[in-house]
């Protein structure tokens, strides 16, 4: 036999195709970079710390968007590279999770100039730092609407139980990027419209210490989510429970391991061993799998067996 075409098939599963984030993403990241100057220089020049932990954090962003901008690009050119054993699907996690953990990292460079500033305070220029942290502040919101407005879903997953949000890590984690910013832009102000009325300069760095938490908080969040992709953690019962239910509607049919992963951006992986008494082609239980899981390459082992 030596025509196989007809039992083979590509990996591809659309991800040479451009992504809805990407364009969006990179028009995020040169704002970011725009602003990401602004903020350090007025930062260095008023004596703001607040300004200055906005602008270095917005430099941080500024990095992880260009991350997120070429992993975009690489997941496209080497779609169809076959060193790739499912497609170039987890670039896009892996370029979320280097993401994260540059935002943990940048988290604790905040904490650490924040507390020297306690310590050490220095003379902040009200009037000019607050003007440049509401305009970050605008960039950061227009930034945030942009990506925020992206599609993060190109299927409908109709054929089970609840609807599952299933996102573009990389996307998210540029969001995250660009949220993070406006808190700390927020918290800008707010600490140095406080110093300027009531004398409480103390709260610039405090304000800065509060902002580095909380972006560590998402910025783990982010990191145990696409780490879990990295990871191949087994899919949840929304994806277990219609297979079973599909496959084992004939009385004969029994699954005996099961196996669904993720392997890019709302596509997965399945891996399904049949027990039955009335063996069919593996073919006939792939149709059997619902479309709307989005399970673009099963591999179905079938055993006979006579008491199935």
Known sequence: ???????????????????????????????????MVVEIVAGLAYGS????????????????????????????????????????????????????????GFAVVMVTESIDRLIDPVIISFNQAIVVAVFGLVVNGISAWVLVSTPHHEHDHDDHRGHVHHHDHNLRAAYLHVLADALTSVFAIVALLAGKYTGANWLDP??????????????????????????????????????????????????????????????????????TSQPKPPQHYKSLIPQGLNIVHATVEVHGHPQS
Do not use: C
Not at 80 to 86: A, E, K, L, P, Q
């Open 206 to 275: 405090a304000m800065g210490i509060v902002g580095a938490v909380l972006i560590a908080r998402w910025s783990l969040g982010l990191i145990r989510d696409s780490a879990q992709i990295l990871l191949d953690r087994q899919a949840g019962r929304d994806f277990e429970a219609p297979i079973r239910r599909a496959i084992e509607a004939s009385s004969t049919d029994r699954i005996s391991d099961l196996h669904v992963w993720q392997i890019g951006h709302e596509i997965y992986a399945a891996e399904i061993a049949i027990v």
């Open 1 to 35: 036999m030596s025509d196989l075409k007809p039992w083979q098939h590509e990996h591809v599963f659309r991800q040479d195709q451009v992504k809805a984030g990407e364009k969006r993403t990179l028009l995020v990241a040169v704002l970011t970079a725009v602003m």
């Open 49 to 104: 710390m607040a300004l200055l932990a906005d602008g270095l954090h917005m430099a941080s962003h500024a990095t992880a968007l260009g991350i997120a901008v070429l992993a975009y690009v690489l997941a496209r050119r080497y779609a169809t590279d076959s060193r790739f054993t499912f497609g170039t699907g987890k670039v896009n996690s892996l370029a979320g999770f280097a993401s994260a953990v540059l935002l943990l």
